[in-house]
T-cell receptor, first 112, second 109 residues
Framework: GAGVSQSPSNKVTEKGKDVELRCDPI?????LYWYRQSLGQGLEFLIY????????KSGLPSDRFSAERTGGSVSTLTIQRTQQEDSAVYLC??????????FGQGTRLTVV | SQKIEQNSEALNIQEGKTATLTCNYT??????LQWYRQDPGRGPVFLLL?????KEKRKERLKVTFDTTLKQSLFHITASQPADSATYLC????????FGAGTTVTVRA
């Protein structure tokens, strides 16, 4: 596609429920990144994919968070048993190797 | 891992003046250093990339310098305009893309 697409754009969920966030990167981009941004804060690195493999999962906050990328394209970030502190904007970006990254508009997650 | 520090959280300047933002990093110099702009409620937008063997890069009213000895990049917005008001983020490529906390620039008319 023309840009990085994320869905849903907004998600309100009850505490304890599981959520799935989707990222559709720019076609041909090998690198894919997930970040989290709380209100007024900077970008918190979560995970990085190069192709389908994730060489760096160090940013995932807990074992409730997991991510996968299939076919070197679409990625899904899953949060199990959501907590209120998970509320944030989740941003996805893609790039060609180490070049400039293009971001989606984010998914605003609210856990109530 | 790299620690990235950007100068003061907020910078207020008068329209027409030059804004200068600083990005300092620890450890090794990355292959690339990048600058992004983020507006409220939106994802960051790429502005400029500078390689470790480049000293300076320009794009319209923007200028970036990269000093691997000082482990520092400077980002300049010349002839600033109110539309330049945003948060500016420094990012380093090592094997992943890591961001500084950002500097919020407000340009007064």
């Amino acid at each position: 596609g023309a840009g990085v697409s994320q869905s849903p754009s907004n998600k309100v969920t009850e505490k304890g429920k599981d959520v799935e966030l989707r990222c559709d990167p720019i076609s041909g981009h090998t690198a894919l990144y997930w970040y989290r941004q709380s209100l007024g804060q900077g970008l918190e690195f979560l995970i990085y994919f190069q192709g389908n493999s994730a060489p760096d999962k160090s940013g995932l906050p807990s074992d409730r968070f997991s991510a996968e990328r299939t076919g070197g394209s679409v990625s899904t970030l899953t949060i199990q048993r959501t907590q209120q502190e998970d509320s944030a904007v989740y941003l996805c970006a893609s790039s060609l190797d180490l070049g400039s990254a293009f971001f989606g508009q984010g998914t605003r997650l609210t856990v109530v | 891992s790299q620690k990235i520090e950007q100068n003061s959280e907020a910078l207020n300047i008068q329209e027409g003046k030059t804004a200068t933002l600083t990005c300092n990093y620890t450890n090794y110099s990355p292959a690339y250093l990048q600058w992004y702009r983020q507006d409220p409620g939106r994802g960051p937008v790429f502005l400029l990339l500078i390689r470790e063997n480049e000293k300076e890069k320009r794009k319209e009213r923007l200028k970036v310098t990269f000093d691997t000895t000082l482990k520092q990049s400077l980002f300049h917005i010349t002839a600033s305009q109110p539309a330049d008001s945003a948060t500016y983020l420094c990012a380093l490529n090592d094997y992943k893309l890591s961001f500084g906390a950002g500097t919020t620039v407000t340009v007064r008319a």
